[in-house]
């Protein structure tokens, strides 16, 4: 990177939010951590010098100002805002509890929108700024047994997508990335899980920092999509422009995740 930027990322308790704190602060940027795992965030911040950690609920927009607030303090405007809190709750789509349907909708899709939304107006008035939002391959592919989880991943890409047509005008960026299966603690909770079988599909499970470094590319570039692994990701576009096709591709995707999943 050219210059230091002042950079909030959510999610940054564990996994790839964690990672790409670390990355960014090797990088020289001027980064706020946020995650609403304060105790979480504070065993993560050891590692991370000068990096400013707040606890944050991405589905309270008043939370959301604070934080924006505490970055001008700090550091000055937001130059990035790197969205990567999101749940999962796996199984069949009328098993999943109601506490769970309004997790997946208020943290994966209203916390990217109120997160933009604290970011934006004043990314507008200085003509620059980029916003990157973490989806998933869900977001490209129906995938049976993670339905809530496609569903916000889908809505989180078509929202990151429409939005970046609107900034484009004024020099303001937004890129969404999908990344396949990542070892993070929410690939944990899917593991043994019959629904969630479709996760363990792929050739190789990615790593919180080859993702984080594919944000740090992103940072750079500015590209409007990111997948990863490319391969999988034309592969996920292809079932969603033939949607028929997983009747058949779903039971063998399933084995191999079943598997994979054994060593």
């Known amino acids: 990177m050219s210059h230091a930027r002042n950079i909030l990322v ?23 951590a946020t995650d609403r795992d304060r105790a979480g965030l504070e065993r993560a911040a050891e590692a991370w010098p000068g990096v400013e950690v707040r606890g944050l609920d991405v589905t309270c927009p008043l939370a959301w100002e604070a934080a924006v607030a505490a970055m001008r303090r700090c550091f000055g405007p937001v130059d990035v805002l790197v969205n990567v809190a999101g749940v999962l709750v796996p199984g069949w789509a009328h098993e999943i509890p109601q506490e769970a349907v309004d997790a997946h909708v208020d943290v994966n899709l209203k916390g990217v929108v109120h997160g933009m939304r604290a970011v934006i107006p004043d990314m507008i008035e200085r003509r620059a700024g980029h916003v990157v939002n973490v989806a998933s391959l869900a977001a490209l592919a129906p995938v049976s047994g993670l339905a809530l989880y496609a569903a916000t991943k889908y809505a989180v890409r078509g929202y990151s997508l429409s939005v970046a047509q609107e900034l484009r005008r ?33 050739p190789r499970v990615l790593t919180p920092p080859q993702v984080g470094r594919a944000i740090v590319r992103a940072l750079e570039r500015r590209p409007l999509e990111v997948w990863l692994p490319g391969s999988r990701g034309w592969m996920a576009r292809m079932a969603d422009l033939l949607p028929g096709s997983a009747r058949l591709l779903d039971p063998l995707l399933r084995w191999q995740g079943r598997r994979n999943q054994r060593f």
């Open 10 to 32: 959510t999610g940054a308790a564990s996994g790839i939010g964690r990672a790409l704190v670390g990355q960014l602060v090797d990088a020289g940027h001027h980064v706020v």
């Open 170 to 202: 004024h020099g303001v960026a937004v890129t969404v990335v999908c990344p396949d299966a990542v070892d993070t603690p929410m690939l944990d909770v899917q593991r043994g899980v019959a629904a969630a079988e479709l996760t363990f599909s792929g």
